[in-house]
């Protein structure tokens, strides 16, 4: 008799345990909607952030007024690539052709435009600067005539062709090198302003290559203007 009192209270008890489990799933159920399965959230990756130089060169932009957008850090293969560069916008001068440039490229070159080839203009054409023509900015390919990969495979070089002036003349490098004496005056003006703010400015006096614009880069240590 004893022991069915005990085996009656044990099977109370389990029953008991049993429906205790079954209310705490029920209600363990109602914290999440059904249906649904709750996961984890996938980590984010944050953005990653241009190198001290690169931040204090956009700084330097915006000191100067320049207008210009960051643009995300490329590499295109073979060598290639287009890192720490900008898109200028606006550097006070409409710019043809110019696309990703390293921002130190693209600042210099604003200042250039701005306070070497305006006031150039003004003084030895008596006209203002109205547009700058270039060739382009970036492009993966190599010197010519050399298997080294050129500054523009580094969105590091830019080519300037012609200068179009707000009395309707246009002076372009390949008809106006060998100009008449004022358009010589004014490009070999800006030639000059152009070697003191970039690594390498390579002009008609250069190579046949260069016959039709200036290249100007930030490579090398500096110092090669011809």
């Not at 003349?169 to 970039?198: E, M, P, V, Y």
């Amino acid at each position: 008799m004893e022991e069915r009192v005990t085996e009656t209270g044990f099977l109370r008890g389990a029953a008991l345990a049993v429906l205790s489990a079954m209310m705490l799933s029920a209600c363990g159920g109602d914290l999440v909607p059904r249906g649904r399965v709750a996961q984890a959230s996938k980590p984010v990756r944050a953005p990653a952030q241009p190198a001290l130089d690169t931040r204090q060169c956009f700084a330097k932009l915006e000191s100067q007024s320049v207008s210009f957008t960051p643009l995300p850090d490329r590499h295109f293969g073979g060598g290639c690539s287009a890192v720490g560069s900008v898109k200028l916008t606006d550097i006070g001068v409409p710019t043809t052709g110019v696309g990703a440039m390293t921002c130190n490229l693209a600042a210099n070159f604003a200042a250039w435009a701005r306070y070497g080839v305006q006031p150039a203009a003004r003084l030895i054409l008596g006209a203002e600067i109205e547009k700058i023509e270039t060739f382009g900015t970036y492009n993966c390919r190599p010197i010519a005539g050399s298997g080294k990969l050129s500054e523009h495979a580094h969105s590091n070089a830019i080519d300037v062709s012609a200068f179009v002036l707000s009395d309707g003349r246009r002076i372009s490098i390949q008809k106006d090198w060998n100009g008449d004496r004022q358009t010589r005056q004014f490009l070999a003006a800006i030639h000059a302003s152009a070697c003191k703010r970039f690594n390498t400015v390579l002009s008609p006096n250069y190579n046949a290559a260069h016959h039709d614009h200036f290249h100007f880069d930030m490579g090398g240590r500096g110092g090669f203007c011809r």
